[in-house]
């Protein structure tokens, strides 16, 4: 049964995978960004599915321009079955106390009132047609881990975790279900560029990049396990997760006799 999937936050990475993955299973998507018009990149890649997919601007910090998204999506595919979260931002790799108001104002705004925002508006909406599901993407931070230099978003990661399981018990005994998405490591702008396009240094970094390689997947080799287990998701505080724990002590064991390159 085709489906109609909102995603925050998907000209690129993440977003942009599983947008592409939905439209190859036959389903429909809006695709969102900051941008004024679809950028070329994502346009090319998704040239062949004309037709099965819009592209509405969107800056998650604005919550009227949240509300503004779902009723395009609502007017184009006349529901909204699954609402994607996606949209984050980082900081640059440093201390805490470093992070200069602008960087610090727009994690906090992106990664926890963007994805607020994003949630009340999908699930007071959905609540209103009687169904659909609202998903959240998690990220480093969720699972409590704390990695020096990336305090900040790890700290908008983990009251997203928080949230959406709050989220979760409120729907509870609702036609609307909320859950997380956990997609690991991934070779992303986030890892490869700093805040304002520049090289990061942690592509210098050599033991970074060993434990990167062993872990780490592109967003494209991701984006189908998420998008099945959202499409025959039927329970509500669903939790997803790509890189599980058995997962990266058969990598780490593996990594003894065969390497992987991914940065």
């Not at 780490?216 to 724990?245: C, G, I, Q, S």
Request: glycine share 8%; hydrophobic share 40%; proline share 3%.
């Amino acid at each position: 049964m085709m489906k109609n999937i909102v995603i925050t936050g998907s000209t690129r990475g993440i977003g942009l995978a599983m947008a592409k993955e939905f439209l190859i299973r036959g389903h429909r998507v809006t695709i969102s960004g900051r941008h004024s018009v679809l950028p070329e990149w994502p346009e090319k890649q998704l040239s062949e599915y004309q037709g099965s997919y819009a592209y509405f601007p969107c800056n998650v910090k604005n919550k009227e321009a949240i509300q503004a998204l779902w009723d395009f999506s609502f007017r184009q595919w006349g529901l909204v079955d699954i609402w994607i979260n996606n949209a984050g931002v980082n900081s640059p790799h440093e201390a805490a106390y470093n992070i200069d108001k602008n960087y610090t104002d727009d994690v906090v705004n992106t990664n926890i009132l963007g994805m607020i925002y994003g949630s009340q508006v999908a699930a007071k909406e959905m609540l209103n047609q009687k169904s659909g599901a609202v998903y959240n993407m998690e990220g480093l931070g969720s699972n409590n881990m704390i990695q020096r230099n990336t305090v900040l978003y790890g700290t908008s990661k983990h009251a997203l975790t928080y949230f959406t399981r709050g989220l979760a018990k409120e729907l509870k005994g609702t036609l609307v279900i909320a859950g997380r998405l956990s997609p690991g490591m991934m070779l992303t702008d986030f890892i490869t560029k700093t805040p304002d396009g520049r090289k990061a240094a942690i592509e210098d970094d050599t033991a970074f990049q060993k434990i990167f390689n062993v872990l780490a997947d592109r967003p494209e080799t991701v984006a189908p396990f998420l998008v099945e287990k959202m499409l025959n998701n039927t329970k509500n505080d669903a939790h997803f997760v790509w890189l599980t724990y058995g997962k990266v002590l058969i990598r780490f064991g593996s990594s003894l006799f065969r390497s992987r390159k991914i940065i």
